[in-house]
């Protein structure tokens, strides 16, 4: 089962689907809802000075434990940032774009390593 962590519906387009097609519905496979409540990325302020803040990166909020079965959708930091520790996340890949070029899905799911 794939569960959608991101703030926004995941619609998976077919291979074919061309960009710059303000329409939604063509060579579209699927549509994966967001769950009620996004994983973020983390940070912990360890303090600094007036020019720059040291801030930790790494630590996700809202993700689930690693179950059986499971894989999530994350946002890419949240994936990119947790990689070497978890295998269950995957992130939007090969993108799609209307003609104004915003991205509105993507053609495949990528797990980052």
């Not at 774009?97 to 980052?112: D, E, M, Y």
Request: proline share 9%.
């Amino acid at each position: 089962m794939i569960l959608n962590l991101t703030p926004h519906p995941i619609r998976l387009y077919w291979a074919e689907r061309e960009d710059g097609i303000d329409d939604l519905e063509p060579h579209l496979r699927e549509v994966i809802e967001p769950e009620p409540v996004p994983a973020r990325l983390a940070t912990i302020e360890l303090g600094g000075g007036i020019a720059f803040e040291l801030v930790e990166f790494g630590h996700a909020q809202n993700l689930p434990p690693k179950r059986d079965g499971y894989q999530y959708i994350v946002s890419l930091v949240v994936a990119l940032a947790l990689a070497d520790r978890r295998s269950d996340l995957l992130v939007p890949y090969r993108e799609v774009r209307n003609s104004s070029g915003t991205v509105i899905g993507c053609r495949s799911l990528a797990q980052p390593v």
